[in-house]
């Protein structure tokens, strides 16, 4: 689901980065950066975007659900929206 663009809060993204096992809030929307390329989460935490799933394929971070705590905390205070984004 995308974020509703008449919602006047910031969205939030929460993706799992390259040879990670957790979900990071990060303000850059997908696709706006190439696969592999390093990106800030809400934490400071720098990680590396993922490469898409070929079509027809459910993506191997779908079935991660665990978030970063701190990202959680951040994004609740700033009072964010937030999306679950798999590629």
Sequence with gaps: MFPNPY????DVFWIVGLSTD???ATEVIPGAHPPGEWVPTLCQHWIRLPFPTPAGRVPTTA????QCLRC???AEQRDCSGVI???
Aim: hydrophobic fraction near 35%; avoid cysteine.
């Design 7 to 10: 919602d006047e809060r910031d």
């Design 22 to 24: 957790v979900r990071h």
């Design 63 to 66: 079935a991660i659900q665990r």
């Design 72 to 74: 959680g905390e951040l």
């Design 85 to 87: 984004w798999d590629f």
